[in-house]
């Protein structure tokens, strides 16, 4: 089992920045490749970013490219969501996501295995 923290979230005005955190314990942080997700009341969890085990491959939604940065720190078993210039649009609870190794489906929410309860970010216009 893996467990999954997030933290981080608040409510900010548009323009705004926050840094969400992801705390992992349980198994070995460096297997797991991480994601972000979000979701909103009434829609489906959508994907916002990834990254690989290692580090060296990220990928993230055309909605935040250029303004969001993943990264992670192997050391501290934590992955980051660096959100800048934040919209209204942006308000969502924001999940991050584990699965085992790297390969498969990125954006695909069946394909993580563990989930961390969420955090609520809120943007104001």
């Known amino acids: 089992q893996v467990q999954l923290v997030e933290s981080g979230g608040g409510l900010v005005q548009a323009g705004g920045s926050l840094r969400l955190s992801c705390a992992a314990s349980g198994r070995t942080f460096s297997n797991y490749a991480m994601g972000w997700f979000r979701q909103v009341p009434g829609k489906e969890r959508e994907f916002v970013s990834c990254i690989s085990t290692g580090g060296g491959l990220i990928r993230y939604a055309d909605s935040v490219k250029g303004r969001f940065t993943i990264s992670r720190d192997n050391a501290k078993n934590t992955v980051y969501l660096e959100m800048n210039s934040l919209k209204p649009d942006d308000t969502a609870v924001y999940y991050c996501?584990?699965?085992?190794?790297?390969?498969?489906?990125?954006?695909?929410?069946?394909?993580?295995?563990?989930w961390g309860q969420g955090t609520q970010v809120t943007v104001s216009s």
């Open positions: 996501a584990a699965r085992f190794l790297d390969g498969g489906r990125w954006s695909v929410v069946d394909d993580y295995d563990y």
